[in-house]
């Protein structure tokens, strides 16, 4: 049963998130549909990561298993039609070993938050950066930021309804930049771990958001950590501006 790794792009706008669910549209759930047109099901898919509702993937990373021997390039065309009308886009395919799993097996996520700060209503990127009506300062959210990395417990800025063991993890990236686009300034924010847990990335942003505002100072992140409270986090960023941009693997499947 030869297994496939499948690179995918999404607009997480009209599901429910990436897992799939019983009453509600998923990524998952479009993509296994399709595979059932393919070969007679049910199918289950692994991902990298298990993005909430609203969020974008533009690399996620999953994995299938299927019956018939198919060129990765046959499967993903295959894929492609019959996923339409979804936004969803296998963007490249190839067959791996049965010990490899898009999940487990992955080295490092790295996530992508945009933030427009901007007056005047959004038209061409609306439903794809937050857009908040004040400047922003950069050094000051980096200088928050750098609170945050290395290994922390990060009770703080976990959801309340996190399923992961411990609160506990490393943090090895998060940058922050302002990016020139035809539509204004935006601010980006690169955040890199191994595995995050849940609304992890959109708490930090939505705390750092703060302190670039003026209503936090970057010491309040640090007084924000140590709290290991989740009362003591900052807003939770909307998650249209998040982006599952990038897995690693110690050995990629594409080459």
Same mark, same amino acid.
């Given at each position: 049963m030869p297994r496939f790794a499948l690179q995918i792009e999404y607009d997480g706008a009209?599901?429910?998130?990436?897992?799939?669910? %019983?009453?509600? *549209?998923?990524?998952?759930? @479009?993509?296994?549909? =399709?595979?059932?047109k393919l070969e007679p099901g049910p199918h289950t898919i692994a991902a990298a990561g298990r993005t909430d509702k609203g969020v974008h993937g533009l690399a996620q990373i999953a994995h299938c298993d299927m019956k018939r021997d198919w060129t990765p390039f046959r499967l993903s065309e295959a894929?492609?039609?019959?996923?339409?009308?979804?936004?969803?886009?296998?963007?490249?395919? %190839?067959?791996? *070993?049965?010990?490899?799993? @898009?999940?487990?097996? =992955?080295?490092?996520?790295?996530y992508l938050f945009r933030i427009m700060p901007r007056?005047?209503?959004?038209?061409?990127?609306?439903?794809?950066?937050?857009?908040?009506?004040?400047?922003?300062?950069?050094?000051?959210?980096?200088e928050g930021a750098s609170h945050l990395l290395g290994e922390h417990d990060f009770t703080t800025f976990r959801s309340t309804i996190c399923q992961a063991m411990s609160p506990i993890k490393t943090l090895d990236r998060l940058d922050i930049t302002n990016v020139e686009t035809d539509h204004g300034t935006e601010v980006h924010f690169d955040v890199r771990a191994r595995s995050f847990l849940h609304n992890q990335v959109r708490s930090f942003v939505g705390t750092l958001e703060r302190v670039g505002c003026g209503s936090l100072t970057p010491d309040d992140v640090k007084t924000a950590l140590a709290a290991r409270d989740r009362a003591a986090c900052g807003p939770v960023s909307p998650p249209h501006g998040l982006y599952l941009a990038k897995v690693l693997y110690d050995t990629p499947p594409f080459g």
């Open positions: 009209p599901f429910h998130g990436w897992q799939r669910q %019983a009453d509600h *549209p998923s990524v998952q759930g @479009a993509i296994e549909q =399709a595979l059932c894929l492609n039609y019959h996923l339409k009308p979804n936004p969803v886009s296998v963007v490249n395919c %190839a067959q791996v *070993p049965d010990t490899f799993h @898009a999940r487990f097996s =992955a080295t490092e996520r790295q007056r005047a209503p959004l038209t061409h990127t609306r439903g794809y950066v937050w857009q908040v009506k004040q400047p922003l300062d950069v050094d000051l959210m980096m």
